[in-house]
């Protein structure tokens, strides 16, 4: 690649920043991708850099951001990286940059309300005499998390969670947060001047840099921009996952839960028992309504007998909405109970209005279970929806380890108006890992194979002396082997959700020799460099699921061609992070083991491994088992 001296400014920067860090490698794929992101913002094009792994793809686009000198957000999925970036790399980037800048880096953090400490709510329970409170029939331990965190609230500067060195019960921190259904907003709330997520929304309105979770983000174009501020450039890390969140962000749903929860917020403020009793039979008559066309699409705009339920329910709302109107009282903490019961209401009323409308472009189907479903509507495309709000609005930076294929047009990006880019991993992984299919294993589609599967891990976990994440498509998969084989092995086998995740992967890394079983929510964010990880195991190819009534919609759209353009792109990218989680080091060596014959028997086979990390591949028991003895013996 030629650089020009505007490149050559970057590279300078990046470096300064590097080698900052001990032990740091050269990156020439973080180099490419700075340069790269540095030329995206100086031309005004909008940019898909894929960037494999280990790459170091956020300092990649934050030292060119930065010298950009131009507000910049960041969007990511998950928290654990809104803290890396926070507490890790900006911080290091600061401290190697700011001496050479015009003026100090400034970053915040900003995230949903409900991350945050509400001193309103630690007001109210202070009140009730922290000594004693009054928490019903709650466990010790929940009393306990309850009273840490009200005396956290007296010396912590930002009430974030993610800040919290322990993990509460989540019902703990309910007690002492709120959401934004809930929230009456600052200029009503007497805790309105110190309140902690107003803080961080201050303070990310004149932030050079402010890094979001991609949900809020995804709010932030539906409330035109109010949450976050004006932008030049927005960062999606993790782009992967942008049009699935814009898409849940975007939509709604009302469910016989949501109509008790609704309740239960009324009766602490009003004592009528039409009232509760009418919500009540609301939701059971929902529920009898939704269960029998359970992961079913519903046809817009509604009819029938859910249409009649949701008018009964807005006058119900309408009614609650009246009592509170009228509720009048001089106790402050009556007061701000009644406003959070005003917020909820006024926000189910509006999701009502706007399911009761004919929603062209949307689709409306029920998910969950029998007991627990939900209505739920989405946008079929959100193309439109960030063309209008981001692409013609600013720059963006779209950036994952794996890009599917069709991102750009499952985004709508301006067909002329965006590069893409490839920049290489650095490890060597035609040298230090493997690609095991498990040809000879039954075909998932012909019938029951958890035998003939169990038997598999059981060989694989053996040749690799533990060391192993074992990844299900299913928690029914996971538990059957689980099950099957926590007595079979001479190895520690620890289950997802036994543990809190960080907890569950601390225990994991911490014994050489321990196996961790877990779903597809352990396809990412999962960093276990080491010895500790010399096997990923994957039970068979993570296709959606056929009946998702959001994807049929999708598909119907693309007709005959829908199986490549959505289902092939979901299942590489999936099974490309979840191969990712194997090599995190230039000395780390192992397998990855697909138990899915479908990835060397199937014509698609051949472009779902085109978007793994350049493996070797093999279909031989024994070629993996020894390869795996070799990456134990030379760790």
Same mark, same amino acid.
């Given at each position: ?7 050559? @400014?970057?590279?300078? =920067? ?65 928290? =654990? ?50 000594? #004693? ?54 200029? #009503? ?115 029938? @007998? ?27 903490? =009556? ?12 926000? !189910? ?24 479903? +939900?209505?739920?509507? #989405? ?16 720059? +963006? ?33 035609? #040298?230090? +890992? ?88 352990? !396809? ?112």
């Amino acid at each position: 690649m030629t650089t020009t001296s505007a490149d050559q @400014e970057i590279l300078d =920067a990046l470096h300064l920043v590097t080698n900052q860090i001990t032990n740091a490698e050269e990156r020439q794929g973080q180099d490419e991708m700075a340069i790269l992101v540095g030329r995206a913002l100086r031309n005004d094009r909008h940019l898909i850099v894929q960037a494999g792994t280990g790459t170091g793809k956020t300092l990649g686009y934050l030292v060119p951001a930065v010298l950009s000198g131009r507000r910049i957000v960041v969007s990511t999925v998950t928290k =654990a990286l809104q803290d890396q970036l926070s507490q890790n790399d900006l911080p290091l980037l600061a401290k190697a940059l700011n001496e050479t800048l015009d003026k100090p880096i400034t970053w915040t953090v900003l995230k949903g309300r409900s991350n945050y400490l509400c001193l309103q709510r630690i007001a109210e329970l202070a009140e009730r005499a922290v000594s #004693r409170l009054e928490l019903g029939d709650l466990s010790p331990k929940m009393k306990s998390d309850v009273k840490k965190l009200v005396e956290w609230s007296a010396v912590t500067q930002t009430g974030d969670e993610g800040e919290l060195s322990w993990q509460p019960q989540k019902q703990a921190w309910q007690m002492v947060s709120v959401t934004s259904e809930e929230c009456p907003g600052a200029s #009503r709330c007497p805790q309105g001047e110190s309140c902690f997520a107003e803080r961080a929304r201050a303070q990310s309105q004149t932030a050079d840099i402010v890094v979001v979770n991609g949900w809020l983000y995804a709010l932030d174009i539906a409330a035109e921009g109010t949450i976050v501020g004006e932008h030049d450039v927005v960062i999606f890390d993790e782009a992967h996952e942008l049009e699935d969140v814009v898409s849940d962000s975007s939509g709604l749903e009302i469910s016989p839960g949501r109509i008790t929860s609704l309740a239960s917020t009324m009766r602490v403020i009003i004592r009528d028992d039409a009232l509760s009793g009418g919500l009540a039979k609301s939701a059971s008559r929902l529920r009898d309504q939704l269960s029998p066309v359970l992961n079913q699409r519903v046809v817009l705009p509604l009819t029938g @007998e859910v249409r009649e339920t949701l008018i009964e329910l807005r006058g119900r709302a309408n009614e609650a909405l009246e009592s509170l109107r009228i509720i009048n009282t001089s106790d402050d903490t =009556a007061k701000q109970r009644k406003l959070r019961a005003q917020s909820v209401c006024t926000r !189910f009323v509006n999701d009502l209005d706007l399911a009761l409308q004919d929603r062209t472009g949307y689709v409306a189907y029920v998910s969950g279970t029998a007991d627990r479903s +939900a209505l739920e509507m #989405r946008p079929l495309d959100v193309g439109s929806l960030l063309n209008e709000s981001v692409w013609s609005q600013r720059t +963006a930076i779209m950036t994952s380890a794996t890009i599917p294929i069709n991102l750009p047009q499952r985004v709508g990006l301006p067909a002329e108006g965006f590069d893409a880019h490839s920049v290489a991993s650095p490890f060597n992984y035609q #040298r230090n +890992a493997l690609l095991y299919c498990a040809s000879h294993l039954p075909d998932p589609a012909q019938g029951p194979r958890d035998k003939a599967v169990h038997t598999e891990i059981e060989s694989l976990i053996n040749a690799a002396g533990g060391r192993t994440l074992a990844l299900f498509t299913s928690y029914a998969r996971l538990n059957a082997a689980y099950s099957d084989l926590k007595d079979r092995l001479d190895f520690e086998i620890l289950k997802q959700d036994d543990l809190p995740k960080m907890e569950l992967l601390r225990k994991f890394t911490t014994n050489e020799s321990s196996c961790l079983f877990a779903t597809q929510s352990f !396809f990412q964010g999962v960093d276990v460099p080491g010895s500790t990880l010399s096997l990923v195991i994957i039970d068979r190819l993570p296709f959606p699921v056929p009946t998702d009534p959001l994807m049929s919609a999708r598909r119907e759209v693309h007709g005959k061609s829908a199986f490549t353009a959505i289902d092939i792109p979901i299942v590489a990218t999936k099974l490309a992070q979840a191969s990712g989680r194997l090599i995190r080091t230039q000395t780390d060596m192992g397998v990855v083991a697909v138990l899915d014959p479908r990835l060397i028997t199937k014509g698609y086979g051949k472009t779902i491994i085109a978007m793994l990390p350049p493996m070797e591949v093999t279909t031989v028991a024994t070629e993996a088992h020894n390869f795996l003895r070799h990456a134990v013996n030379n760790r």
